[in-house]
């Protein structure tokens, strides 16, 4: 079945790949090359916009600009057929050239080409507008130079941009380089996804889009890449939306609204969605980039999750407020406030099956099955908000945070484990509900260094507060017994636990101390700052335990508490940064960095409580310096090249419940005891990065590698003690001998070919470990190895087709390093996906997805295979009447499947899943740009 798809799924893209090409006949393996020159004063001429055409037609082919010696060449133009070279500049008469390039040698060489001043300003804006062009330091494309489709969109524009690509997860790049910011008119639209924009405005209603660099905050000699999409006058106010809804079998349903609104200064959105299909909805903007007038197309976020354990039921409202007190903002000067409101209504329903396997001693094992029925609602309110205010000489927000949550479940467990053929079962019983809600206050000042002023002093003051009131009332009824019926145990305990917390941070960060302390001559290269942390936390807890006796509740006087802990965390550090850089003018950049931090962990706890046991007052010191050195190589217009290594150290501190906790056996299996005399761990690691970006505009490679390993000392490790009928005690304590290896890495690849766009995503993550623990009092070191590895190949032929193929693979293997009778355990989960998206006409789309997922451990084996398909109709002038069809796991294959492992035991086993269905939806998209 698998062969006999993918086989299918090439089939099809090389015929799509056949058809686009007899439409073009003419082979592109052409290249022109020349100089641009004034006419008068024989000097070149920088940042001249070239663009070619077909002569028989005028359909553009390429554009490019010219570079710092007017030089300009192209490559993938046709060969035997006439060409016309159109070549502009600001203050000139525009030029055009006939040539062609001959079949046999594939190149030409115009040489110099000249153009002529422009008499006057009306002679210059007869000039026919240019598809590229410099503006300073701005690159800009001009919208009106590209022909598309009357319902075309601003991603259907990008596509035809040079040097742009639209990668298959929404992530653009222009040359190589990741967009980090996409901006209509200056300013953010409707949140921080790109897609909202690309997917909803068309492209009728923009003039020019915009790319440029800009200042990186985290590291101020890095730039990042931005887009602007500058609308046109007559199209800065409008609307767009969808209103949808659909029923299916096995009663099915499903529904969504949104509308949004904007004009020059305010965005409004409203949305809502209801589902029963395990479609779940996590704020307003994730509705919104998933309801966008362009389509899903082949990679779907907000889809029925057929591998989600559960069936989920799922309501949801919002609304979001974007306003901006100066109607055209800059990064320098702006004014706005933000307010996002999300409520969420979730009812779960799961039955799970497993088998944990735990390695004891030598060959014997402790085998425990499970039966779990639960169900489960939970219901939020949400309130975000934040203001700005920034101009050249300071910086300051504000961001008020509420959230309110109501949470319920029950569940019902029987468990039967088996060891040394001695069996014992249990009947677990659970509900609880859960009431909590939280105030996060954030503020913070930045106090800039005055340009000009070369002693100026650098503040910026982050402020972040929490308050935090919870109630949670559960019921538990737990009956043990033993195969043999020795041992028998009957209990039912309510826990009513108040908790009220309060967090305090405070970051401080102080810059250009070295001009300060050392003037400007001194110390040159250099830069010293200073940096502190802050954490204060206080949680006050009140906790009530009654147990079921003699027909009632009585108080468990063990159990019962009211605590008071302190927490105080510094960590102040002082940065020496030296930098040593060479650079020639839109030819290169290198610079290499030193750093060394010094810095501290000041840390103290203090626990108050009615159980004496817990009464203790702890306070560390630790000195934890970190040391890094970074190489950067930018060759402009070919690559960037980084190189990093790093040395730093970090402390875990315990906690209360690591140290003293209220030992609780209301669940027999499982009893967490304590260990005062626990030390802090202190990790230390080593890291190598590299990453690699393409700035050419056809043939992009970005690759990004990670290394690091390390020890920790004193690792607060897990120790069991299990008894004849599998109920484990676990204790933390200390133990050197682990360590860790991790490497990650990123390869990205993109190829244009006329209308066909590849692109190659690959990652992937692996590590090993070696962990101590003890089992039993016997020290076992645990070795674990882990790796997960993703591969994606995109396909898009121009706006008619587009598809991916996906391979997944997830490996996790553990057993005990020198003991060879000492079983291993292996998890493995591997999934291929082929998702497509056909749109058969400008009014009609055929989407499919098929999915096989292998799993397999050291017990079990499945393998299962997912595929779905849907039909999607235009309607209307506008193509925003939507009529869909889609089928739903067409083979009636799906299956829940548990696999998870980690140090001495594995899981496996199964959950409920959603089922086969089909669904008939209709969805309207309302949208208008323009006051007209």
Excluded: C
């Excluded at 068309?202 to 590291?219: D, G, R």
């Excluded at 070295?514 to 006050?540: E, H, Q």
């Amino acid at each position: 079945m698998l062969v006999r798809t993918v086989a299918l799924f090439v089939i099809s893209l090389l015929a799509m790949n056949a058809y686009g090409q007899s439409r073009d006949p003419f082979v592109h393996d052409g290249a022109v090359k020349g100089v641009l020159m004034d006419s008068v004063h024989n000097h070149v001429l920088q940042s001249a916009t070239v663009a070619v055409y077909m002569a028989a037609d005028t359909s553009l082919i390429g554009y490019s600009l010219t570079n710092n010696f007017g030089e300009f060449e192209y490559n993938g133009l046709p060969t035997g057929v006439p060409l016309t070279l159109v070549a502009t500049h600001v203050g000139y008469k525009s030029l055009e050239h006939g040539f062609d390039i001959p079949s046999s040698t594939k190149s030409k060489d115009l040489a110099k080409l000249y153009l002529e001043m422009a008499s006057n300003e009306l002679e210059e804006v007869a000039v026919t507008i240019p598809p590229i062009q410099m503006n300073g330091d701005t690159l800009e494309f001009n919208a009106d130079a590209f022909k598309l489709d009357p319902n075309a969109v601003v991603e259907d524009l990008l596509h035809q941009l040079p040097g742009v690509t639209v990668w298959g997860d929404g992530e653009i790049t222009v040359n190589g380089r990741k967009v980090h910011t996409l901006l209509v008119d200056g300013k953010p639209f409707f949140g921080s996804d790109p897609k909202i924009a690309t997917q909803n405005i068309p492209k009728n209603a923009i003039e020019k889009v915009q790319v440029y660099n800009s200042a990186s905050t985290s590291n101020p000699v890095d730039s990042i890449m931005e887009v602007n999409l500058k609308l046109k006058k007559n199209k800065k106010y409008g609307y767009f939306g969808k209103v949808g809804g659909g029923v299916g079998t096995e009663n099915k349903y499903e529904g969504d609204g949104s509308i949004s609104m904007f004009s020059p200064r305010t965005q409004i959105s409203v949305v809502g969605s209801t589902n029963n299909n395990n479609k779940t909805v996590r704020d307003v903007e994730m509705l919104l980039r998933n309801a966008s007038f362009k389509g899903v197309g082949a990679n779907i976020e907000l889809h029925p999750d057929f591998f989600q354990n559960g069936i989920t039921e799922q309501h949801t409202a919002g609304l979001s407020l974007q306003h901006d007190f100066m109607e055209s903002p800059s990064d320098l000067r702006k004014e706005g406030l933000v307010v996002d409101y999300f409520y969420q209504d979730e009812d779960l329903t799961k039955e799970t099956d497993s088998r944990t396997t735990v390695a004891l001693d030598g060959n014997e094992n402790l085998d425990r099955f499970r039966n779990v029925d639960e169900t489960r609602f939970d219901r939020s309110h949400r309130l975000n908000s934040r203001y700005d205010n920034e101009n050249e000489r300071r910086a300051f927000y504000v961001a008020p945070h509420i959230t309110h949550r109501e949470t319920g479940s029950h569940s019902l467990e029987t468990s039967n484990a088996l060891v040394n053929s001695v069996e014992s079962s249990s009947l677990l019983s659970e509900t609880e509900s859960y009431n909590s809600s939280n105030l996060l206050l954030e503020a913070g000042y930045d106090l800039k260094k005055v340009s000009g002023r070369a002693r100026s002093l650098g503040v910026k003051i982050d402020y972040r507060f929490s308050a935090k009131e919870s109630l949670r009332d559960r019921e538990l009824d737990n009956e043990f017994r033993s195969s043999d019926s020795a041992t028998v145990q009957n209990e039912t305990r309510l826990y009513d636990l108040e908790l009220n917390s309060r967090r305090h941070e405070i970051s401080l960060s102080l810059t250009n101390l070295k001009n300060i302390f050392f003037g400007t001559n001194n110390l040159p290269n250099i830069s010293l700052a200073f940096n502190n942390k802050l954490y204060m936390n206080t949680d006050r807890e009140d906790r009530q335990v009654k147990d079921f006796v003699s027909g009632g509740f009585i108080l468990n006087e063990s159990l019962s508490n009211q605590s008071d802990l302190n927490r105080i965390h510094a960590i102040p550090e002082f940065s020496i940064q030296r930098v040593f850089s060479k650079s020639l003018y839109n030819r290169y950049q290198k610079a290499f960095t030193v750093s060394i931090v010094p810095k501290a962990h000041l840390f103290s706890q203090k626990n108050r409580s009615d159980k004496a046991f817990q009464n203790f007052s702890t306070s560390y010191v630790y000195f934890t310096p970190e040391v890094s050195v970074n190489y950067r190589n930018q060759q402009f217009n070919h690559y960037l090249k980084n190189f990093s290594l790093s040395y730093d150290s970090d402390i875990d501190f315990p906690t209360v419940d690591q140290l003293v906790p209220l030992v609780d056996n209301i669940n027999i299996w499982y009893v967490r005891r304590g260990n005062p005399d626990l030390r802090p761990a202190i990790k230390r690691t080593i890291s190598f990065n590299h990453y690699h970006f393409s700035h050419l505009a056809n043939n992009i490679f970005n690759y990004n590698i990670a290394v690091n390993g390390g020890y920790v000392r004193d690792n607060m490790v897990d120790s069991s003690v299990y008894d004849e009928f599998g109920r484990v005690d676990h204790y933390t304590v200390n133990q050197d001998g682990g360590y860790f290896i991790r490497a990650s890495g990123e390869f990205n690849k993109a190829v244009s070919i006329r209308n066909h766009t590849f692109q190659l995503q690959y990652n992937f993550l692996a590590g090993i470990t070696k962990e101590p623990r003890y089992v039993n009092s016997d020290l076992k070191d645990m070795s674990n190895f882990y790796t997960s590895q993703n591969a994606i190949l995109g396909y898009k032929f121009s706006n008619r087709l587009s598809a991916t193929v996906n391979q997944k693979f997830d490996l996790f293997k553990s057993g005990e390093v020198g003991n060879e009778n000492n079983q291993n355990f292996r998890n493995l989960q591997s999934s291929t996906g082929l998702s497509a998206s056909w749109n058969a006409t400008k009014r009609l789309t055929v989407n499919s997805n098929f999915i096989s997922r292998n799993t397999s451990s050291t017990y079990d084996r499945y393998t299962n295979f997912i595929w779905n398909a849907s039909v999607i109709q235009r309607l209307l002038k506008e193509n925003n009447l939507e009529i869909k069809f889609s089928a739903l796991d067409l083979l009636r294959q799906n299956q829940g499947i548990i696999q998870s492992g980690a140090g001495n035991y594995v899981t496996t086993g199964t959950v409920n899943v959603l089922p086969q269905y089909f669904l008939f939806s209709v969805a309207y998209y309302p949208r208008k740009f323009g006051r007209n």
